[in-house]
């Protein structure tokens, strides 16, 4: 029987995680063991559960409590409840989906052990829009890579809005971080730098085509690739435009190339 606990203090410290410490306090990077995530909506608390995610406790209306039975009865967690009018008093509080759970962070893989199995792999640098990240995300698993690589500079998979934009596929398709492009040309993959150059070769390019472990590295949504990140890739790939436009955002160019450049 889930441990149901009224709210009755809107300042109490178990209430934290949800509605007053940020994003970056919430990842505690001096304390990675100790961090959390905020999972939003019963279908991607699901997907972290089901990819063994640690349920830590869940705040939601109470009227969601009787739609979420299945999953609380497999969590002996507290779950803080209260009616919408009362939660809607949590200064920054935006329950648009009715149900959050606080979770506790996954330790990330090495490089070699997400990708042993891996024939295509998307690599993100610089990303800082935590929507772009989760519609990457999304993209990313319905189109048939095999895993996501992150620069350091990159923003959270996990944070809230890029969970929810990414409809829990975050903890569907295996990622990490990646220092720099070398390590990706040591394990045997080739290297595609999605940018405008004069060296580019169009995304339907048979021989980029045919590459048996090809990685797919996107840029920042303003600068796009860094220069020597280009010059390090072994093909640098446009998507041919029509009426004059010269490129497409990162998260619809994404998509673009992962069907493009799926492994057949």
């Known amino acids: 029987m889930a441990d149901v606990r009224e709210i009755t203090d809107l300042s109490a410290p178990e209430l934290d995680a949800y509605v007053r410490l940020t994003d970056a306090q919430l990842r505690s990077k001096q304390e990675p063991e100790k961090g959390i995530f905020i999972a939003e909506s019963p279908h991607v608390i699901e997907h972290a559960l089901a990819a063994g995610c640690v349920p830590l406790s869940f705040l939601m209306e109470r009227k969601k409590i009787?739609?979420?039975?299945?999953?609380?009865?497999?969590?002996?967690?507290?779950?803080?409840?209260?009616?919408?009018?009362?939660?809607?008093q949590l200064?920054?509080?935006?329950?648009?989906r009715g149900v959050l759970?606080?979770?506790?962070?996954?330790?990330?893989?090495?490089?070699?052990?997400?990708?042993?199995?891996?024939?295509?792999?998307?690599?993100?640098?610089?990303?800082?829009?935590?929507?772009?990240?989760g519609a990457i995300f999304r993209s990313a698993a319905a189109l048939?890579?095999?895993?996501?690589?992150?620069?350091?500079?990159?923003?959270?998979?996990?944070?809230?809005?890029?969970?929810?934009?990414?409809?829990?596929?975050?903890f569907q398709i295996p990622w990490t971080r990646i220092d720099n492009i070398e390590q990706l040309h040591a394990l045997g993959f080739k290297t595609a730098a999605m940018a405008l150059c004069d060296r580019s070769v169009s995304i339907d390019d048979p021989a980029l085509m045919q590459e048996d472990k090809l990685a797919i590295v996107l840029g920042n949504e303003g600068n796009g690739l860094k220069n020597e990140t280009i010059a390090a890739c072994?093909?640098?790939?446009?998507?041919?435009?029509?009426?004059?436009?010269?490129?497409?955002?990162?998260?619809?160019?994404s998509a673009v190339a992962f069907w493009q450049l799926r492994a057949r």
């Open 66 to 88: 009787a739609g979420m039975e299945a999953i609380l009865s497999r969590c002996d967690v507290p779950v803080y409840t209260a009616d919408r009018d009362v939660l809607a």
């Open 91 to 96: 200064t920054g509080f935006e329950m648009t």
């Open 101 to 133: 759970c606080a979770m506790r962070r996954p330790v990330s893989a090495a490089v070699q052990d997400v990708l042993v199995h891996a024939h295509r792999v998307a690599v993100l640098e610089g990303l800082v829009d935590t929507s772009n990240m």
């Open 144 to 170: 048939g890579m095999d895993a996501v690589l992150l620069s350091p500079t990159c923003c959270d998979p996990l944070s809230r809005r890029a969970l929810r934009v990414s409809m829990g596929t975050v």
């Open 234 to 253: 072994s093909y640098v790939v446009r998507i041919p435009m029509a009426h004059g436009v010269d490129s497409l955002n990162v998260a619809a160019a």
